[in-house]
């Protein structure tokens, strides 16, 4: 089991900055790729960002690419959001995920049903 809890949500205005957290708990942090996700009210779960084990491989969504930037820390177990230019339509609930990595298989940084792990996220709201 691992046990992701997220923090530093907030409200901030269009054009701010905002780092939101991941901390993970239960297993070997860099067995697992981390995924960040967000969902605006009325709307599906969608991809933001993930980064492979080591942190070498990072992936975006197109739509917050040159924006936002992922990162980890395997010594404290965490991940990072680090949101810059924010605009009105990145408001949403951000939920971090682990996928468990097995062996050399590759993984599926923005395939939902493929993170093995949840937080419970935390909430963006940007005013504009």
């Known amino acids: 089991q691992v046990q992701l809890v997220e923090s530093g949500g907030g409200l901030v205005q269009a054009g701010d900055s905002l780092r939101v957290s991941c901390a993970a708990s239960g297993q070997t942090f860099s067995n697992y790729a981390m995924g960040w996700f967000r969902q605006a009210y009325g709307k599906a779960r969608e991809f933001v960002a993930a980064i492979s084990g080591s942190g070498d491989r990072i992936f975006y969504a197109d739509s917050v690419k040159g924006r936002f930037t992922i990162s980890r820390d395997n010594a404290k177990n965490t991940v990072y959001l680090q949101m810059n230019s924010l605009k009105a339509e990145d408001a949403a609930v951000y939920y971090c995920?682990?996928?468990?990595?097995?062996?050399?298989?590759?993984?599926?940084?923005?395939?939902?049903?493929?993170?093995?792990?949840w937080g419970q996220g935390t909430q963006v709201t940007v005013s504009s």
């Open positions: 995920a682990a996928q468990r990595l097995v062996g050399g298989n590759g993984w599926f940084p923005a395939v939902l049903p493929k993170y093995n792990y």
